[in-house]
């Protein structure tokens, strides 16, 4: 789809159609480092991305995660954090068919799914999502096919800053504000 096409429906459209919710994890759920010591993988993940997701799920959307490189360590936060979906398909097929398999599973659009990516692989995803997201500091061709790119950075609350914007469009936010300010 070129990017003409890709701009004429509003971010604010695009923000209240999503029900789903995936995102890359190395350089956008982490900062893109890997610590590998002994028989231990370490990834550092952001606090407030993971109550992000937790949110995003409690207010009804589906989550997700595609990654090309398979880690335990991914799927331990995954756990931890009970994501709907971990794909880590080794880069044995592509982030797009690994989706499209998703979506169809779950009966879901790419209309009603976001992406969120950092780099070239993520170029099939973020070029087919109804809301596709780059984190502050994708690589340009990630940032180009992107209908926004956060402020923040992978691995600093860029997934976090994404999915407040769909709550919000979605008038999902401001019930977890009131909830916890009890």
């Not at 009603?112 to 099939?124: A, K, P, S």
Request: proline letters at 2%; charged letters at 25%; hydrophobic letters at 45%.
């Amino acid at each position: 789809m070129d990017m003409s096409k890709k701009k004429k429906l509003s971010l604010k459209a695009r923000l209240a159609r999503i029900r789903l919710f995936l995102c890359d994890v190395d350089g956008v759920l982490t900062d893109g480092s890997i610590f590998i010591g002994g028989q231990r993988e370490f990834k550092r993940f952001n606090i407030r991305d993971g109550l992000g997701l937790v949110l995003a799920r409690r207010a009804g959307l589906k989550v997700g995660w595609v990654s090309a490189r398979p880690s335990l360590a991914t799927k331990m936060r995954a756990d931890e954090l009970k994501v709907d979906f971990l794909v880590q398909q080794g880069d044995n097929i592509s982030k797009t068919a690994a989706i499209e398999k998703l979506l169809a599973q779950e009966k879901l659009s790419w209309a009603e799914t976001c992406f969120v990516g950092d780099d070239i692989i993520d170029l099939g995803p973020l070029t087919r999502a109804g809301l596709a997201v780059a984190v502050g500091d994708a690589v340009p061709e990630a940032r180009a096919a992107a209908h926004l790119v956060t402020k923040a950075v992978g691995g600093r609350g860029a997934v976090r800053e994404a999915i407040e914007l769909i709550l919000r469009a979605q008038a999902k936010w401001q019930p977890f504000l009131k909830s916890y300010s009890a």
